[in-house]
Structures are given as structure tokens and as C-alpha cells.
Nanobody, 127 residues
Framework: QVQLVESGGGLVQAGGSLRLSCAAS????????MAWFRQAPGKAREFVAT????????YYPDSVKGRFTISRDNTKNTVFLQLDSLKPEDTAVYSC????????????????????WGQGTQVTVSS
């Protein structure tokens, strides 16, 4: 089992920045691909970013590429999501997710492929 706890959400004006953190516990953190997803009210869960187990590879959808940055610190069992140039349409609950690297391929954007989830943190961007 992997336990994930997000933090760092809040209210920010358009154009501002936030840094989200996701602390993991329970298993060897470096054995997991990590990802961030978001879900706005009335909308489906949306893939935001993923990072390989070593942190050497990252992938983003076009909607956030160049504005969001995912990173990880395996010594601290933590994955981060830096949100810059925020827009009102970025408003959502942001959740981190983990997927074991064993028998899996890095880079999946399907939330059903991730077996472990945090509770989420709210990000609200005002115009």
C-alpha cells in the first residue's frame, strides 16, 4: 500500500503561481511512476502531468505544457507540481496518483491505470 497526501492548494489570482506537494509513505517511492490529475465540478478527471520513477522523464498535455512542471525528490518521498501562469480554467481539485513501475509502461494518462490516490487539494484561480 502507498499512502499519498497532497498539500499546497489555495486561492490565487490569474497569472499567479502555486506549488503543490504530494508526500508518499508505505512503500519504496522510487518504484512508482507518479502523476497529477485534476477534476473540475461537473467535468471528467483530467490528466495533468506524469514523471518517471527516477524523475528523468516527464510528460504533459498541451493544455498545461510550458506552465506546469512536475518534479520529484526520492530522498523525501515527495512529488511536486509547480503551477505557473495560472488561468481561471485551471480551477479544480488536484490529486496525485501512483503506479508501480513493475510490469507497467511509463507515460500512461489513463487514471484507471493508477492504483493509489491522494485525497486531493483545491486550486482556485480568480479572474
Amino acid at each position: 500500500q502507498v499512502q499519498l497526501v497532497e498539500s499546497g492548494g489555495g486561492l490565487v489570482q490569474a497569472g499567479g503561481s502555486l506549488r503543490l506537494s504530494c508526500a508518499a509513505s508505505g512503500r519504496t517511492f522510487s518504484n512508482y511512476f507518479m502523476a497529477w490529475f485534476r477534476q473540475a465540478p461537473g467535468k471528467a478527471r483530467e490528466f495533468v502531468a506524469t514523471i518517471s520513477e527516477t524523475g528523468s522523464s516527464t510528460y504533459y498535455p498541451d493544455s498545461v505544457k510550458g506552465r506546469f512542471t512536475i518534479s520529484r525528490d526520492n530522498t523525501k518521498n515527495t512529488v511536486f507540481l509547480q503551477l505557473d501562469s495560472l488561468k481561471p480554467e485551471d480551477t479544480a481539485v488536484y490529486s496525485c496518483a501512483a503506479r508501480t513501475k513493475y510490469g507497467a509502461r511509463y507515460g500512461t494518462t489513463d487514471p484507471q491505470s493508477y492504483g493509489y490516490w491522494g485525497q486531493g487539494t483545491q486550486v482556485t484561480v480568480s479572474s
